[in-house]
T-cell receptor
């Protein structure tokens, strides 16, 4: 069974600084996908970045990068040059080979001026 | 653009009522999901469907059932609503292993 762990319930980060959000996962399935989603206070779920278990390189999307350490079963999200609009809840998620998608508990990020 | 539509944004039901939450997607996705979201607990998977008439239990299926008679529609059913089922319910669809697209959510209050 999949299990996603986000150990940081909340974080403060100063504008223009980088922030790392931790995520570990636990699966015996060799084929899986890892995702990060952002949920602002308005409630919609916004897809940020995806990493496949067989991808050799870490995924990047603009200011978002995923630090994928397969042996440690870790998929941390790095947000560079934080902006006030980055304040939101961030969820790590994983799919198995069937496509079953499960989420961690989330990390609340507050960006301060 | 992919669209996932949930039938209601807000719903208030009485304890013991049978409740139907409907979700429709327009992109021919095989996979559809129902989650509930509660503060501090993230999104917990209730049920998952990877094809018409196929369903799999998630982490918290107790008190819920689902129906997928057509590919585009995935219904969540609360057979006898209870106050501990008061929550935000989110539906999603995906073409695995790509990103999932979410509906706007249904905030259900059971009184």
């Amino acid at each position: 069974a999949q299990k996603i762990t986000q150990t940081q319930p909340g974080m403060f980060v100063q504008e223009k600084e980088a922030v790392t959000l931790d995520c570990t996962y636990d699966t015996s399935d060799p084929s899986y996908g890892l995702f990060w989603y952002k949920q602002p206070s308005s409630g919609e779920m916004i897809f940020l970045i995806y990493q496949g278990s067989y991808d050799q390189q870490n995924a990047t999307e603009g200011r978002y990068s995923l630090n994928f350490q397969k042996a440690r079963k870790s998929a941390n999200l790095v947000i560079s040059a934080s902006q006030l609009g980055d304040s939101a809840m961030y969820f790590c998620a994983q799919t198995d080979s069937w496509g079953k998608l499960q989420f961690g508990a989330g990390t609340q990020v507050v960006v301060t001026p | 653009d992919v669209k996932v539509t949930q039938s209601s944004r807000y719903l208030v039901k009485r304890t013991g009522e049978k409740v139907f939450l409907e979700c429709v997607q327009d992109m021919d996705h095989e996979n559809m999901f129902w989650y509930r979201q509660d503060p501090g607990l993230g999104l917990r998977l209730i049920y998952f469907s990877y094809d018409v008439k196929m369903k799999e239990k998630g982490d918290i299926p107790e008190g819920y059932s689902v129906s997928r008679e057509k590919k585009e529609r995935f219904s969540l059913i609360l057979e006898s609503a209870s106050t501990n089922q008061t929550s935000m319910y989110l539906c999603a669809s995906s073409l695995s292993p790509a990103e999932a697209f979410f509906g706007q959510g249904t905030r259900l209050t059971v009184v």
